[in-house]
């Protein structure tokens, strides 16, 4: 059989100066000539393939020129077209035929078995049958996207807000309290509600001092053992993109070069909405590299980033996956850190979540004080959640996952607007576990208050709509996650939400009652255990940027005067909180799309 670099000097298809470097690194990878040469951009994907078909004797047939007979596509086969890269193409005189771009005796065999008449093979490239198996079976792979988690686990998807059992206990309570409130006193009232609201706070505050406490105990983080590039595996990035610019798309695939990994090891799913007219043209003119491919997301509602990462998933084979944001900029180390650590790790460890930041965060003051927030999270909370065995709620972004662990679960949840707090407890539902990933991420900001608050209103929906989903059933719950689970749980995802909402009618309480201007004044007892609340969280929220700041060695003056902020910048999650309810009762699954490219460090 003639050498594949043969065949490609022959056809005058490549430069010798290119086989031979295609020679030498698939010495060091242990890869296939044919991958090696069009995933590195040494020789196009289809004068490969070209060069393959001669080399097994075999027609080429390039798909988009001479698509695949309708007729004899199975949609219930398409797990199996792509597990085995074919795709029925025609059938003439009793003889079908396939394309396939994986052509083998053994695969020959096994069609011959499988179909029972006469099969025949043609080669065609990756990528053109990629997109016709997307073609063909884009019904299908809509529906699986957006209800796969409804047919398979009901009881964990988002897709209705509230059941019956659980509208009723709402309706419960508020008729409970409104009885109280008529039938006691109205001093009594508003000393009930204060004290209430008061021990709520507390609780709160004791559970985010008790993580601080278990930070500050924390070991370093014991670096894995390095691995050879020969030792990797296949990895997946999927980067669900919608409405961005030109400018965002070349900063993406720059971030994306930069990664240390084998570029034929690579599968990037571009993923773009199938109306974004914009969008496919900016990835277009960005020429990416041959191991990203444009994933188009049938129009369907609803039009959410978890249900175009499921019909990009649906094509996954590698190992491993992760997601990447449009702006993202992850260290160029992390997936190979991810695979280290996934190596050292028990299966049970089914993601791994690297901390995010902002590079634009010194921006303006809203852009810093986010960054403190974040840095809380991800540097302080998140490390302590996973000591104590509590569920992680996922961030949006560079959480890389076991791909096989993740189709176990469901997936993503298409009705879910903040998919990834969702996906963090549900891998810990079904007794997954999630550890942080040394390895940061940076990510743009937004850089104004009502861009700020729509991002932030879609948050809190978001876990709120988790709550409502985990707490269906809180017997269930409550015996997979165990005690201390069950408990962060409600502390860490639903608490924080309910703060937000409480929090103005409870200062504006606590303040009118101090000045005198209800019929009633507070008792010293009380204003005593409203100022314990008040100072408490402003000091928590101190410490916590003290802690950040010093951890991140971010030491200018204009931080430190975002850390002595800090406190008050929580006021402005309230009125976030507000929309988000509203959101919930009225537009559930509407996703607000944050804007990526606005920043001045960007455009610099």
């Given amino acids: 059989m003639r050498r594949l670099g043969d065949i490609l000097l022959a056809r005058s298809a490549a430069h010798k100066a290119s086989v031979a470097e295609g020679v030498r690194l698939q010495h060091g990878f242990r890869a296939r000539l044919g991958e090696i040469l069009s995933r590195y951009g040494l020789v196009p994907e289809r004068e490969v393939t070209a060069a393959l078909a001669e080399q097994a004797r075999l027609p080429l047939v390039l798909l988009d020129t001479a698509p695949p007979d309708a007729a004899l596509f199975s949609p219930g086969d398409v797990p199996e077209y792509r597990a085995r890269h074919f795709i029925p193409w025609r059938r003439v005189e009793g003889v079908l035929t396939l394309a396939t771009s994986e052509a083998s005796a053994n695969f020959a065999d096994w069609a011959a078995t499988h179909y029972g008449e006469p099969v025949a093979l043609v080669i065609s490239p990756p990528r053109d049958l990629r997109r016709a198996l997307r073609q063909r079976g884009r019904v299908g792979l809509t529906r699986g996207a957006i209800f796969g988690l409804t047919r398979r686990f009901r009881h964990l998807s988002a897709a209705h807000t509230l059941t019956r059992r659980q509208m009723s206990r709402i309706l419960l309570g508020l008729m409970l309290v409104a009885g109280f409130m008529v039938l006691i006193p109205g001093e009594d009232v508003w000393f009930t509600l204060l004290v209430v609201v008061n021990l709520f706070y507390l609780a709160t505050l004791a559970f985010k001092l008790h993580l601080y406490t278990v930070w500050r105990a924390l070991s370093p983080p014991v670096p894995p053992l390095a691995l050879d590039d020969a030792e990797l595996p296949p990895y997946a990035i999927l980067v669900p993109l919608y409405q961005e610019s030109a400018t965002t798309i070349r900063q993406l695939l720059r971030a994306i070069a930069t990664l240390e990994y084998p570029p034929y090891l690579l599968d990037v799913k571009l993923i773009c909405e199938e109306d974004d007219a914009a969008t496919i043209q900016a990835v277009k003119e960005a020429s990416p590299p041959e191991y990203c491919d444009l994933v188009l997301v049938p129009v369907s509602l609803p039009r959410t980033k978890p249900k175009a990462c499921n019909v990009a998933l649906a094509e996954v084979t590698a190992e491993f996956v992760v997601i990447f944001d449009a702006?993202?900029?992850?260290?160029?180390?992390?997936?190979?850190?991810?695979?280290?650590?996934?190596?050292?790790?028990?299966?049970?460890?089914?993601?791994?979540?690297?901390?995010?930041?902002?590079?634009?965060?010194?921006?303006?003051?809203?852009?810093?004080?986010?960054?403190?927030?974040?840095?809380?999270?991800f540097?302080?909370?998140l490390p302590a959640l996973q000591?104590?065995?509590?569920?992680?709620?996922?961030?949006?972004?560079?959480?890389?996952?076991?791909?096989?662990?993740?189709?176990?679960?469901?997936?993503?949840?298409?009705?879910?607007?903040?998919?990834?707090?969702?996906?963090?407890?549900?891998?810990?539902y079904f007794g997954y576990r999630t550890a942080m990933l040394d390895s940061l991420t940076l990510e743009e900001s937004p850089i104004t208050l009502p861009a700020w608050l729509r991002q932030r209103a879609r948050w809190i929906k978001g876990y709120l709509q988790t709550w409502l989903v985990y707490t269906r059933d809180t017997r269930a719950l409550k015996a997979r996650l165990g005690r201390v689970g069950y408990y962060g749980f409600h502390f860490f995802v639903g608490a924080p939400a309910i703060t937000f909402l409480l929090a103005p009618f409870f200062w504006l309480l606590f303040f009118i009652s101090a000045f005198g201007l209800l019929p009633t004044s507070l008792s010293p007892w009380l204003l005593w255990l409203c100022g314990v609340s008040l100072l408490g969280g402003i000091l928590s929220h101190w410490l916590f940027a003290r802690a950040i700041l010093r951890a991140q060695g971010w030491g200018s003056a204009r931080m430190r005067r975002a850390g002595l902020l800090f406190p008050f910048y929580w006021l402005l999650h309230s009125v976030a909180a507000i929309r988000a309810l509203r959101d919930l009762a009225l537009r559930p699954h509407h996703w607000e799309k944050t804007r990526h490219g606005l920043s001045r460090v960007l455009r610099g």
């Avoid at 509590?390 to 961030?395: A, C, H, R, S, V």
């Avoid at 076991?402 to 998919?419: H, K, M, S």
């Fill in 379 to 381: 540097t302080l909370l």
């Fill in 327 to 377: 702006e993202d900029i992850p260290a160029p180390d992390q997936l190979k850190k991810a695979v280290a650590n996934f190596r050292r790790l028990p299966r049970e460890v089914a993601c791994l979540q690297a901390p995010l930041n902002y590079y634009n965060r010194d921006e303006n003051l809203l852009t810093r004080l986010f960054a403190i927030e974040y840095g809380v999270l």
């Fill in 387 to 428: 000591s104590l065995s509590i569920p992680l709620p996922l961030g949006g972004t560079s959480n890389h996952l076991r791909t096989e662990v993740l189709r176990e679960v469901g997936g993503w949840d298409a009705f879910n607007v903040t998919e990834d707090a969702d996906l963090g407890i549900r891998l810990g």
